[in-house]
C-alpha cells in the first residue's frame, strides 16, 4: 500500500489548514487511520492515533478540540481539519496506516508552517 498526502502549507495563528491522505492498496483496518508530526528537533509523534472500537478517533492533548480527523472509507481517504492553529504546530505533518499485513506504512511528510 503506499499513501499519498496533500494539504498543508503555511498559515497564521489562528487560522486553519486541512491535511489529506489516500491510500492506495488494502490497508489492514480504517480504524488505524492516524496522523502524526514531527517539529524541528523532535520526534515523530502521534497526533491523531486512529479510532477506538467505539468508533471515536484519540487525540493528543495538544491537539484535542482544535484538531479534527474525518475519513472516507470506501475511499480509503482520510483527513485532518486543523484550527485555531499555533506557533506550536510548525511541523511536519505525516499520515500513517498499517497494510493488510499489519506493516505500518508512511505518507510523505508535509510542512506545516504557522506564523504568529
Known amino acids: 500500500v503506499q499513501l499519498q498526502a496533500s494539504g498543508g502549507g503555511s498559515a497564521q495563528s489562528g487560522g486553519s489548514l486541512r491535511l489529506s491522505c489516500a491510500a492506495s492498496?488494502?490497508?489492514?483496518?480504517?480504524?488505524?487511520m492516524s496522523w502524526y508530526r514531527q517539529a524541528p528537533g523532535s520526534s515523530r509523534r502521534e497526533l491523531v492515533a486512529?479510532?477506538?472500537?467505539?468508533?471515536?478517533?484519540r487525540y493528543a492533548d495538544s491537539v484535542k478540540g482544535r484538531f479534527t480527523i474525518s475519513r472516507d472509507n470506501a475511499k480509503k481517504q482520510w483527513f485532518l481539519e486543523m484550527n485555531s492553529l499555533k506557533s506550536e504546530d510548525t511541523a511536519v505533518y505525516y499520515c500513517?496506516?498499517?497494510?493488510?499485513?499489519?506493516?505500518?506504512?508512511w505518507g510523505q511528510g508535509i510542512q506545516v508552517t504557522v506564523s504568529s
Open positions: 500513517n496506516v498499517l497494510s493488510q499485513y499489519g506493516v505500518a506504512v
Open positions: 486512529g479510532y477506538w472500537s467505539d468508533g471515536r478517533p
Open positions: 492498496g488494502s490497508i489492514f483496518s480504517v480504524n488505524d
